[in-house]
């Protein structure tokens, strides 16, 4: 088993990051939905998404948040798309950037993909009041 401060110190990491990225409101609804059942991926997530591949300096919020939407709509994982359009507000990712992030899940994932993922980024930017 991992070392417990160490574990400790990558889960703050990843938290704090979490909550940066997606908002206090989202986590603390995730955290009070969360129970014994799940607590395990809670903290896998936290520690290994957050607080290690989130977390790292190397490239920026804003960069990681396009990255994740590329990939998040080329797997059609669509309620993580509209989730991380909502996290675009605190990455920096413009309307324009996630556009042409779109652009290239069409080429290199396929355009059905592309086109659905572009359908529910307008209606998550619409509920988020903001114009693409």
């Known amino acids: 088993m991992a070392d417990t401060a160490a574990?400790?110190?990558?889960?703050?990491?990843?938290?704090?990051?979490?909550?940066s990225v997606l908002g206090d409101a989202h986590v603390d609804r995730a955290e009070k939905a969360k129970t014994p059942f799940d607590e395990p991926f809670q903290t896998l997530i936290t520690e290994s998404a957050w607080g290690s591949v989130w977390s790292r300096p190397d490239i920026s919020k804003r960069d990681r948040s396009l990255i994740t939407l590329a990939l998040l709509a080329a797997l059609g994982q669509w309620?993580?798309?509209?989730?991380?359009?909502?996290?675009?507000?605190?990455?920096?990712?413009?309307?324009?950037?996630v556009r042409e992030a779109m652009m290239h899940v069409a080429i290199y994932a396929g355009v059905p993909a592309a086109n659905h993922a572009l359908k529910l980024i307008k209606e998550t930017y619409r509920d988020m009041g903001v114009e693409p």
Do not use: C, L, Q, Y
């Open 7 to 19: 574990r400790s110190e990558r889960f703050e990491t990843g938290m704090t990051t979490r909550r």
């Open 79 to 97: 309620d993580e798309v509209a989730m991380h359009v909502r996290a675009t507000k605190n990455t920096g990712a413009t309307p324009a950037e």
